[in-house]
């Protein structure tokens, strides 16, 4: 969800909550006025009549359909103004209406009067309604002027936001170039700026120095390893026992796997480090063509029963090189655990990629290989990073690999949409 879209969200539900509670608190205030003022105005309309009464007005005279004056006994004490509801005839509306009713004592010539006068009051729900109606309009006011913010005022706002974003998305290693960011009035924004730029520059430092770690440790390590296998190799070729033939040839396959695992840390190292750009689409049918071609000993050694289903014109946009790594990765696993005589079928076509292969059946979730130094035995064959590779290639060029068995076939499969 968008950020302004979340603020807008959160804006309209707290405005909700804030006209349900302002609205109840009007309610109560106007009902509260009303019946206030209401009786105020009956006291003083009572206190009227006393008036008159008192100026000499014959009391009988005085009552109509709203005034009622009773005499009542001297002795008893004056009585307070006393308000209630009644139910009276309403000549306008022609019908019996609730009403308020107000009654006051007076003692005025020897004579005690009460005096009772009424008026119609402003009902609960008419007072709902005004209210009601009232928030509403408030509320759909506010969301145009909302609608207008978010359409309008967030674009200018919100500006040198989307342009950092921009510009983070636009950073690249390979460039070697930190972020420079424009200067902001919005002290968050340039905090945030601030923090960005230093940030760039930091992690450029660290992507040298780890690159030239990389490249000087790979470089490093060939060197005694050339020279390894050149005196292996001239040992082999020596008079020597069985015994020290096999531990020559021992020795030859670990110095082979250590230079196997820096080639293959030293990929992943530039996978990571976004060192392969993605040109336009490329098709993966010649380039796997070309790896099966390549492998055909391999398959002949091992005795391989072969099928593929390849479709032409299968479009990935991926870089070659990165493309026949992961393609060479793929089968060479299938190949390297599989079994004599066993079968390797290959399909491909614009959706996926799918490798099947038997072999020994794991005792964990095939999904782990995909780990580093993650392997289903300790054969010194494998140096565990094979699908690490594919893993990671994967996740860099947005592709999505499967591992699973099916009918006792291992399945690597790389979805391709």
Known sequence: MKLINLLTTWYILITMIALFLGGLLIFKKLESEIDFELGRELDRQIDAYAERIRD????DRLIYDKLEITEIPLDIPEEELYLRDTIAYHDPMNRAEKQLKASKSYKIDGKHYRISYYNIVVETEDITETVVITMVSVFLIQLLFLGFFTRIGSKKILRPFHQTLDQIRSFNFQKNEPLH??????????????FLEKMSQKLLNDYRQIKEFSENLSHEVQTPSAVIRGKLEHLMNEDISEKQALMIQAAYQSNEKINKIVRSLSMLAKLENEEFEAPEKIDLSPILHRVLDGM???????????????????LVKIHPFIAEVLIQNLINNAIKH???GGQ?????????LRIENSGKLPDKDPEEFFDRFKKANSSSESIGLGLAIVKQICRRYTLRPQYRIENNLHVLMILFK
């Open 296 to 314: 055909q000993e391999l398959i002949e050694l091992r005795s391989l029963v072969v099928s593929t289903q390849i479709q032409e014109n299968s």
């Open 181 to 194: 960011l424009p200067k902001n009035a919005v002290a968050e924004f340039e905090k945030l700026n601030s």
């Open 344 to 352: 390797l079928r290959i399909e491909l076509n614009e959706y996926s």
């Open 56 to 59: 000499g007005a014959p009391a």
């Open 338 to 340: 599989n079994i004599q």
